[in-house]
C-alpha cells in the first residue's frame, strides 16, 4: 500500500466520520509497512538529494543531511508555515531514524490535539502535500520533499536586533545606580504568532534572570523592555551588553545565522551633582503654587512633545524681543523653540495691551487681568503638559507702558513657569522672585533650570534626591 493510499483512504473517511476520528485514522495509519512512496526527491536549494527506500516496518530516507541548526517549534509557529506555503497545505509528514516513527501534520483545527509533528529539524526531509504549485520552495500541486532547513528558513521572520538602550533612573541606597534598559529590533514579512525571548549577555552577576520575553511585538517591530537594572554605582564603568533572540535562526547585521547582536556600550554615568541650596529652591519652584502649601507632582513637559510656541499676537518690535528671549533660553538648556505653524504648535503666545487682549478675548476676567503684567497656565495630562497658554502685557490696566526690561523679564518668567517651574518666591533675588525682574538669569536660576530637566513629570518631591547627589556646600 503507498503512502499517498493511505491518505487518501483516510480522507474519503472523512465523509463518514468527524474529523477527531480522521484524525485517529491518519494517526494510526503510520504504522503500516509501505511499499511505493514518492520515488522523487526533489533538490531544494541544492540542500536535498536522494531517494526514499521502503523497510519492513516503515521509511527510512537516504538523503545528504545539511549542518544542522536550530529546531524550529511548530506550535508557536503554526499560522507562519501555512502562510509560508501560501496556504496550501494539505499535510505534512516526518520519519525519525532513530525512533523509527513517522509523524504528522494536519493544519485544520478538528487535527490539533492529534497532531504528532511538533518540531522541525533543520537536517531532517519532511514529505509534504499541497493544493497547489509554491514557487518560492520549489514545490508543486501533491506531494514533495523538502529539507527542514529550508522550511525554517522560509518560516521564521528574519530578525535583527537594532538598539540597545539605556535610561538613568535613580541613585539607590545600597550604592548601586539603576536603569532601564530597551532592546529594539525588527521581523520580516511574518509576524512572529507569540512572544519570543531574548537574552541579554554583558550582565552576568548583575541580572539573576538573563532570558526575557520581548514585551511588544507590532508593525514590523518588536521591543523588549526592562525595567529596572542597578549597577555598581562606579564612574566611567563600562558594560558592553548583547543580545541574543532565541527564536531559532535569525538574522542580525545582514549576518545570516547569527542570532546575537553587536555590542553596544553602556557606561555608568556619575549622577550630577547638586548643592543643598539649590535643591531646596528647586523643590520650592517645581512642586508648590503661590499661596498653598500643599506640595504637588512635578509637572513638565513630555521630552518627545516639548513646548512650542506659536504667536497668537504681538506687534513688530516685541516679536524681535521674543525672537531672543526664546534663543537664549535655548541657550541655557531651556526646551523651547518655536512651531513651524499653529497647527503644529502647543504654546500660544500673546503680546500686547490689556485692551487689544480684552478685544480679541472678550469673555476674559477683565478684575483679574488687570493686576497682571504677565500670565500663564498650562493643561496636564498624568502630571505631564500638554498645553500652555502665555500672555504678556505691554502696559499697564491704567495704561502706561511697561518698559522693555520689564516686557523681557515678563517673558523669560512666563515661559519658564510654563515649563512647570511653576512658583515664585519671597525674597528670592533670580528669575523665580516675588519681587524681582531681572533680564539675565542668575547661577541659581540655571541651576534649577537643568535639575528641573532630569526630573520626570509625575516625581515627587520626597523623591527628587533619588536621582541626584547633593552636596552641602552651598552654591554662592
Not at 504568532?193 to 514585551?215: C, M, Q, R
Not at 525595567?227 to 548583547?242: A, F, H, K, Q, T
Not at 539675565?440 to 528641573?452: A, C, F, P, Q, V
Amino acid at each position: 500500500m503507498k503512502l499517498v493510499d493511505i491518505v487518501n483512504g483516510a480522507l474519503r473517511a472523512y465523509r463518514y466520520k468527524n474529523e477527531i476520528a480522521l484524525a485517529s485514522i491518519a494517526a494510526a495509519s503510520v504504522g503500516y509497512a509501505i511499499a511505493n512512496p514518492p520515488a522523487i526527491v526533489r533538490q531544494v536549494e541544492g540542500q536535498v538529494s536522494g531517494y526514499w527506500n521502503s523497510i519492513s516496518a516503515g521509511l527510512r530516507p537516504a538523503i545528504v543531511h545539511a549542518d544542522s541548526g536550530s529546531n524550529l517549534d511548530l506550535t508557536q509557529y503554526q499560522e507562519a508555515l501555512q502562510l509560508s506555503l501560501n496556504e496550501q497545505l494539505v499535510r505534512m509528514w516526518n520519519f525519525n531514524n532513530e525512533t523509527k516513527k513517522w509523524s504528522f501534520y494536519d493544519p485544520r483545527p478538528a487535527f490539533q490535539q492529534v497532531n504528532t509533528l511538533k518540531m522541525i529539524e533543520p537536517g531532517s526531509p519532511y514529505l509534504i502535500k499541497v493544493n497547489g504549485d509554491v514557487p518560492s520552495l520549489q514545490l508543486y500541486d501533491g506531494w514533495n520533499i523538502i529539507l527542514g532547513s529550508a522550511l525554517i528558513d522560509n518560516i521564521l521572520p528574519d530578525l535583527q536586533i537594532s538598539n540597545i538602550s539605556y535610561t538613568f533612573l535613580k541613585v539607590n541606597d545600597d550604592g548601586t545606580t539603576s536603569y532601564s534598559l530597551t532592546v529594539t529590533g525588527i521581523y520580516g514579512q511574518i509576524k512572529p504568532d507569540k512572544p519570543f525571548d531574548i537574552k541579554v549577555l554583558g550582565l552576568e552577576g548583575i541580572l539573576n534572570n538573563h532570558t526575557f520575553p520581548v514585551t511588544k511585538i507590532n508593525n514590523g517591530t518588536f521591543t523588549l523592555e526592562i525595567p529596572e537594572v542597578r549597577l555598581p554605582d562606579i564612574g566611567g564603568r563600562i558594560y558592553n551588553i548583547s543580545a541574543t533572540a532565541d527564536i531559532g535562526r535569525v538574522i542580525v547585521e545582514q549576518d545570516e545565522g547569527n542570532n546575537t547582536s553587536r555590542e553596544f556600550v553602556l557606561e555608568v554615568e556619575e549622577p550630577q551633582t547638586f548643592t543643598r541650596d539649590v535643591v531646596e529652591n528647586y523643590k520650592l519652584v517645581a512642586h508648590y503654587v503661590e499661596n498653598s502649601n500643599r506640595s504637588l507632582p512635578k509637572a513638565g513637559w513630555d521630552k518627545n512633545a516639548p513646548m512650542r510656541i506659536y504667536v497668537d499676537e504681538a506687534p513688530d518690535k516685541y516679536r524681535g524681543m521674543l525672537d531672543e528671549v526664546v534663543d537664549y533660553l535655548g541657550e541655557n538648556n531651556v526646551d523651547v523653540d518655536f512651531a513651524s505653524d499653529v497647527y503644529s504648535g502647543n504654546g500660544p503666545i500673546f503680546i500686547g495691551t490689556h485692551a487689544q487682549y480684552y478685544e480679541k478675548y472678550p469673555n476674559k476676567d477683565k478684575e483679574f487681568f488687570d493686576k497682571k503684567a504677565g500670565y500663564f497656565e498650562f493643561t496636564t495630562r498624568n502630571n505631564t503638559i500638554t498645553k500652555a497658554e502665555i500672555v504678556i502685557f505691554t502696559n499697564y490696566s491704567t495704561g502706561v507702558p511697561h518698559d522693555e526690561e520689564s516686557i523681557r523679564s515678563a517673558m523669560i518668567e512666563e515661559i519658564l513657569q510654563s515649563t512647570g517651574l511653576t512658583n515664585d518666591l519671597d525674597n528670592y533675588p533670580g528669575i523665580f522672585g516675588q519681587t524681582s525682574s531681572p533680564i539675565e538669569l542668575t547661577e541659581m536660576d540655571k541651576e534649577i533650570i537643568r535639575l528641573g530637566n532630569l526630573i520626570r513629570p509625575g516625581t515627587l518631591e520626597r523623591d527628587v534626591e533619588r536621582y541626584i547627589r547633593v552636596i552641602d556646600t552651598p552654591l554662592n
